[in-house]
């Protein structure tokens, strides 16, 4: 049989990183095996409905590179691809008919005040209602009189209060829960809508899906899902229930949280790829002893078997690291592209009398110098703003114990090469190099001796991208003497 997946999103905002990973699962779940991999939209829930939110949905997957065989837009034969177009074919309620008539379920007339009234119980520290299956026993007249009337009405499941139901899953084994603790869940709610739950199950049928992917939070309601699947005679999918998602605290990854969605992680500078292969392993563990992999990569190596049962922790070091890395192996004109926004936010001429303005060259040499420096690509303004404007910065940072520097030292060093920097004329990098080592050999000084000051009186920070010639070479000659003048004036005070 061919490996049938769907991503099934629900429109309500932002991609989270766990909504994500369920549908690069699916995803590779159904490449591994050359299989179909659909995307339908989940849109019953109409009071969570957020506009918009569909097209960030197409243009997340598009960025990480997730394509869909079979879609709202790539009619693959089991369309419509949206649940609120669905709806209008009646499907929803054809199939909640017949379960009707077979005795699976029921028409629910009863009004708030009375489910107000019915006892609830706390299950993961939510008040649940627990429905006492008063309408179940309605005669046919009655029903048929309050529809009549057009009393609101919903329909309901009809679950055994006995005995036990067992459903299996490919991580955890069969589970077996006690019929006693399955609720009669809605089915069809009062605006005619389906509920998540039985959509979700009748669509999976008729669109033949083989295998549903979805975190562990839903192996609660497995046993209704089960329940409907024995219900209507219908073979069920294969189950794989994902480990939680946590944070470093080993909480549950908030939504909520202003930095868990891909487009958050997009806004802090995150590569699209890095973020992809980050969230693969967020559960999953390859058979070879890696941590950098392509898509194309991931899709050969995906077994969905070692997928573990922990929850699996939201490392943000790890994710920077692995961004970083992803970066180190970029193509420099790309990550020139890229870091184009960031490189312009730092240097833009700001009021300052004194600021520096940028050509290309330069911009390309500040480029290459934090190109294997940042892990992201916010970390570029911060790096290199010296090089528009000197900072005001403390004279102890010329104090250096490695460098066996201090104020005094530094004055000196600086008063001896600023004359040497405004007779010299070739202001490359290897030309200002060659120049100052013929100085360190001729002073009999180690080359941070005076590498150092140089460093500081021209960026006015402890650290920097690249050392004291190359951020010359950037400044140029007339802006590297301003500085060191303006260093050597701080440390005559």
């Given amino acids: ?138 005669s046919k007249e009655e029903i048929q009189a309050n529809l009549e009337a057009g009393k609101p009405f919903v329909i309901r499941q009809n679950n055994p209060t006995e005995g036990t139901t067992t459903f299996h899953d490919e991580l955890y084994g069969d589970i077996t829960v006690e019929n006693k603790e399955l609720d009669d869940m809605i089915l069809i709610k009062s605006d005619g809508y389906p509920t998540y739950n039985f959509a979700n199950v009748v669509d999976d049928h008729t669109m033949h899906i083989t ?153 390309k040499k500040i480029a290459a110098m934090v190109k294997t420096r940042i892990e992201v690509f916010t970390d570029i303004p911060e790096m290199v703003d010296f090089f528009r404007e000197l900072p005001e910065y403390d004279v102890a940072m010329y104090t250096h114990k490695k460098m066996k520097t201090d104020a005094a030292s530094s004055l000196q060093v600086l008063q001896d090469v600023l004359p040497l920097l405004e007779a010299w004329e070739d202001y490359s990098n290897d030309g200002l190099y060659g120049m100052l080592s013929k100085y360190v050999e001729e002073k009999g000084y180690k080359n941070g001796y005076v590498m150092w000051p140089i460093r500081t009186a021209v960026s006015g920070k402890q650290m920097t991208p690249a050392g004291a010639t190359e951020i010359l070479e950037v400044l140029g000659k007339e802006e590297s003497l301003r500085r060191i003048r303006k260093g050597i004036e701080l440390l005559s005070v």
């Fill in 211 to 363: 295998h549903v992917v979805r975190g562990n939070e839903y192996l609660s309601s497995s046993p209704k899902y089960t329940r409907l699947y024995e219900a209507f005679g219908w073979e069920p999918p294969r189950y794989v229930h994902l480990p939680l998602v946590t944070d470093e605290n080993h909480k549950k990854l908030a939504k909520r949280g202003g930095s868990t969605s891909f487009e958050d992680l997009m806004e802090q500078g995150f590569l699209a790829e890095a973020v992809v292969n980050f969230i693969a392993l967020l559960g999953w563990s390859p058979e070879e002893n890696r941590e950098i992999f392509s898509l194309e990569e991931l899709i050969k190596a995906f077994d969905y078997h070692r997928i573990s049962k922990s929850p699996a922790v939201y490392d943000v070091v790890k994710l920077r690291w692995m961004n970083g890395e992803y970066i180190k192996a970029m193509d420099f004109d790309r990550f020139y592209d890229m870091a184009q926004p960031y490189l312009e936010k730092a240097l833009e001429a700001g009021p300052a009398q004194d600021a520096v303005p940028f050509g290309e060259s330069a911009r």
């Fill in 1 to 138: 049989m061919k490996i049938r997946t769907r991503y099934a999103p629900s429109p309500t905002g932002r991609m989270h990183v766990g909504n994500l990973r369920s549908a690069l699962y699916e995803f590779l779940i159904a490449k591994h095996e050359e299989g179909d991999f659909m995307l339908r939209i989940e849109d019953t829930d109409q009071e969570r409905f957020v506009e918009g939110a569909t097209e960030i949905i197409y243009r997340t997957l598009e960025q990480v590179g997730i394509t869909h065989d079979e879609g709202p837009d790539k009619d693959g034969g089991y369309g419509p691809y949206v649940q609120s177009e669905r709806m209008k074919t009646g499907i929803y309620m054809k199939y909640a008919k017949e379960l009707v008539e077979k005795k699976e379920a029921y028409y629910c007339f009863c009004d708030k005040e009375r489910l107000a009234s019915l006892k609830t119980e706390v299950v993961e520290g939510k008040a649940i209602t627990v429905y006492d299956k008063h309408c179940l026993s309605l």
